[in-house]
T-cell receptor, first 112, second 110 residues
Framework: GAVVSQHPSWVICKSGTSVKIECRSL??????MFWYRQFPKQSLMLMAT?????????EQGVEKDKFLINHASLTLSTLTVTSAHPEDSSFYIC????????FGPGTRLLVL | AQRVTQPEKLLSVFKGAPVELKCNYS??????LFWYVQYSRQRLQLLLR??SRESIKGFTADLNKGETSFHLKKPFAQEEDSAMYYC????????????FGGGTRLMVKP
């Protein structure tokens, strides 16, 4: 079956720094990928749709300048959390469609 | 706007008991409904989708358009079924985004 990977699996950073999270489709190509955020004991909330070759589409309330998305190739999308703050600490999950949506394992971000 | 509601945050049953996880949705068009499961320390994975009309791990779900529901059922729960279950809706295209319900934690006690 299709596999989606994320890197890193967890990251701790200082407030004010930027963090890049990678999402890769390992055995299929994806012109679209999705980025979700999950707070503890809560559901997944869609942040943005990453589009290969064009700008990402952000959901209402998500700051595009804070959460930079780049869909560099048909197998890679990156989410950069710029000037991270403690309230950005969360679990970030990506997905890519291949018949159905396949999810990455998630990246846990802790901003100190 | 599309919305998915899972009214129960936690459902606790004994092994062998029937299970029903409720899911209601609102969507103006013809949605595609899914159930995803997340076992402890594992990634989210597809359990079943309504268009497949299949049974996975003993679970079934029927789309009821009149009641706008897509409840997940299993006649005899097993301990290994303990997990988080998310109902999700898509506008029908596999490339489209998913809208998730709040999730229901199923605990199956021995």
């Amino acid at each position: 079956g299709a596999v989606v990977s994320q890197h890193p699996s967890w990251v701790i950073c200082k407030s004010g720094t930027s963090v890049k999270i990678e999402c890769r489709s390992l055995d299929f190509q994806a012109t679209t990928m999705f980025w979700y955020r999950q707070f503890p004991k809560q559901s997944l909330m869609l942040m943005a749709t990453s589009n290969e070759g064009s700008k990402a589409t952000y959901e209402q309330g998500v700051e595009k300048d804070k959460f930079l998305i780049n869909h560099a190739s048909l197998t890679l999308s990156t989410l950069t959390v710029t000037s991270a703050h403690p309230e950005d600490s969360s679990f970030y999950i990506c997905s890519a469609p291949w018949g159905t949506q396949y999810f990455g394992p998630g990246t846990r971000l802790l901003v100190l | 706007a599309q919305r998915v509601t899972q009214p129960e945050k936690l459902l606790s049953v004994f092994k062998g008991a029937p299970v029903e996880l409720k899911c209601n949705y609102s969507y103006s068009g013809s949605p595609e409904l899914f159930w995803y499961v997340q076992y402890s320390r594992q990634r989210l994975q597809l359990l079943l989708r309504h268009i497949s009309r299949e049974s996975i791990k003993g679970f079934t779900a029927d789309l009821n358009k009149g009641e706008t529901s897509f409840h997940l059922k299993k006649p005899f729960a097993q301990e290994e079924d303990s997990a988080m279950y998310y109902c999700a809706l898509s506008s029908g295209n596999a490339g489209n985004m998913l809208t998730f319900g709040g999730g229901t934690r199923l605990m199956v006690k021995p």
